[in-house]
């Protein structure tokens, strides 16, 4: 992109790797591991992507993710997705990976995990891009499935910083994994979870209250609650934001009517990311183009956005005050 404010310097940390698979990639892989799709062009892949509420994307997302299949697949997507972040100078990624999705299908975890790990390193020597890796378990599944997961994860904990929640929301509240939580707590993950995406408050407050989360992923409807955004504020918890997703999910209707920068101007370190730039029209500079062209956003509201995101990270201290 033509514009220096898009070379701001910026650290993405709501990302699924799942959700940077692009059309092309999908139709590739499809070929290459013999997985039959509903779509026979790219085109008709894109044509797709017309989602209603988060549900709908999900189901399309979790179809588009079964052309992984081997270690070099994983790595593939990985890449793509660091040299994307190159190109708008996102110079750290937190990327939430799903290994459910996988590990259903019968790929194993170790598979879906040295897939990512060796596209990271190299992003490190070959692009200078620093990184962190959260696992996210799948809510609609249950506590138990959940739990295994995590059994999965412990013989990899260097590798994995923390864990986080993702996928069907309503009717899947934080109560149904505090177990899980306080467990993966025990053994040195940092937690962090999806709430009030499309959740009312209460799904914030239980994350907060029950799973003991350092950052909430999305928490736009926090701004339904006073008491609430007084506590974001006075406890610096972090709301990663995913203003084009918000938008193609339908939790605001026009990007002119996003709340971003209502609760980046009440004081909440809020975040831009970009969530699943494959499926919802960009990485974090399209988001941040999107956030331009409708809302009325001035260098310094630019200028906070991006040191809020190093601020906001679960980089090292020295690595942090490097970027702010
Ligand atoms: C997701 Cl936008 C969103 N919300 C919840 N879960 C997800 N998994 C991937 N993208
Ligand atoms: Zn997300």
């Known amino acids: 992109m033509e514009d220096a404010m898009l070379q701001l310097p910026k650290a993405e940390l709501h990302l699924h790797i799942e959700g940077t698979l692009e059309p092309e990639l999908m139709m590739e892989l499809a070929q290459k591991n013999h ?116 059994d999965q994860a412990l013989p990899y904990k260097d590798q994995i910083i923390g864990v986080g929640l ?15 939580f306080a467990r993966a707590i025990e053994e040195g993950f940092i937690p962090v979870a999806h709430a009030g995406e499309e959740g009312d408050v209460s799904y914030i407050t239980g994350a907060l209250n029950l ?49 971003i920068l209502q609760l980046l101007d009440r004081g909440l370190a809020v975040t831009v990311n970009s969530d699943d730039p494959a499926y919802f029209g960009g990485y974090i500079n399209e988001n941040f183009a999107a956030m331009r062209r409708s809302l009325r956003m001035n260098d310094q509201q630019l200028k906070q956005l991006a040191i809020n995101s190093f601020e906001a990270s679960f980089l090292e201290p020295e690595k942090k005050a490097y970027w702010i």
């Open 35 to 150: 997985v039959s799709l509903p779509y026979d062009s790219v085109d008709a892949i894109r044509q797709a992507y017309q989602f209603t509420d988060l549900q709908s994307f999900l189901d399309i997302y979790y179809a588009g993710a079964a052309v992984l299949q081997d270690e070099s697949d994983f790595t593939s997507l990985t890449w793509a997705y660091l040299l994307k972040c190159k190109e708008d100078n996102v110079v750290h990624t937190e990327i939430f990976f799903d290994p459910q999705t996988h590990t259903a299908r019968g790929i194993a975890f170790e598979t879906v995990l040295s897939g990512i790990t060796t596209a990271l390193k190299r992003g490190e020597d070959e692009l200078g891009i620093s990184s962190k890796l959260i696992l996210c378990f799948l809510r609609h599944l249950s506590e138990e499935e959940a739990m295994k997961t995590l």
């Open 166 to 180: 993702d996928s069907s929301e309503l009717g899947n509240p934080p109560e149904k994994f505090q177990r899980v």
């Open 211 to 259: 799973l003991h989360v350092k950052r909430i992923d999305h928490g736009v409807q926090c701004i339904h609650d006073e008491a609430l955004m007084d506590r974001l504020v006075k406890e610096r918890i972090p709301l990663t934001v995913c203003p084009l997703s918000n938008i193609k999910l339908r939790v605001f209707d026009t990007m002119a009517e996003h709340n």
